[in-house]
């Protein structure tokens, strides 16, 4: 019996201006030497550079799988998704309508997609912070450290990584990531992560839509859009039945 007999294809709704689409993707799945063959050399190259064999062989499986995915919004081969950058660094896909953001921490990866070209996601595996409180006082917004006084000790690990997440999800959805600094955004602590403040560049906090994301436990992960309203739904890829959209 053919292994993916029992396994049912994912059917994908065609994207709407105001959706994200979310995947999950691990990063420990094994890849075949075919598709190894996706990437290129400079690709392979560059992540070579890398320190560690882990971040190598989980960065390798992002950019491949990464492929994968888009291939299937674009109808695409996976080799022929050509890829570019924008002023400050954010990936897009060159001549396309579809836009990504990605993220990565422990053994799972996000990939966010959009019709916006404003958009950005962010997952943290909860850790230890020796400085918890030092971190508040440098990449808090003024009101958040307000707020922050507020917060039960028992709770401050859990709130803390899913402010930081949504802090990094708008700083990458603009395209600045860390250098437009996350204590020029603010949200409001407790759920839903409501955007009250950001640099005048970016317009008006509710032109922006925050969406926290159910991933895990202990592990915290939001989506970003510069959308008034969004509906952002999460998969599974799972690359041995790749997604069919309908």
């Not at 890398?50 to 695409?76: F, G, I, P, W």
């Not at 000790?153 to 709130?159: H, L, M």
């Not at 990458?172 to 950001?198: N, Q």
């Not at 041995?240 to 959209?245: A, F, M, V």
Request: aromatic share 8%; glycine share 4%; net charge negative.
């Amino acid at each position: 019996m053919d292994a993916n007999s029992s396994k049912t294809y994912v059917q994908i709704p065609h994207l709407k201006n105001n959706e994200i689409h979310v995947w999950k993707i691990d990063l420990e799945s094994n890849m075949t030497s075919e598709e190894m063959t996706i990437i290129s050399d400079e690709e392979k190259k560059k992540v070579s550079r890398l320190r560690t064999l882990k971040n190598r062989e989980h960065a390798l499986t992002m950019r491949v799988r990464l492929r994968q995915l888009l291939s299937r919004y674009l109808m695409l081969a996976p080799n022929d998704v050509t890829f570019d950058f924008g002023e400050f660094g954010k990936p897009y896909v060159k001549n396309s309508p579809v836009f990504f953001n990605l993220s990565d921490s422990g053994n799972t990866a996000l990939v966010a997609i959009s019709l916006c070209e404003d958009v950005g996601v962010d997952i943290e595996c909860w850790r230890t912070i020796d400085n918890m409180e030092g971190m508040v006082k440098r990449n808090f917004s003024d009101a958040e450290k307000l707020q922050w006084l507020n917060v039960d000790k028992e709770q401050q690990k859990e709130i803390f990584f899913n402010l930081w997440s949504c802090k990094e999800s708008f700083i990458k959805a603009t395209g600045r990531g860390l250098g437009l600094g996350v204590a020029r955004c603010g949200f409001t602590i407790e759920k839903p992560h409501t955007l009250e403040e950001c640099p005048l560049e970016y317009g008006v906090p509710d032109e922006w839509s925050c969406v926290s994301l159910g991933i895990s436990t202990k592990t915290s992960a939001s989506v970003m859009i510069r959308r008034k309203q969004c509906e952002a739904t999460v998969y599974t890829f799972d690359p041995e039945i790749p997604p069919q959209l309908t």
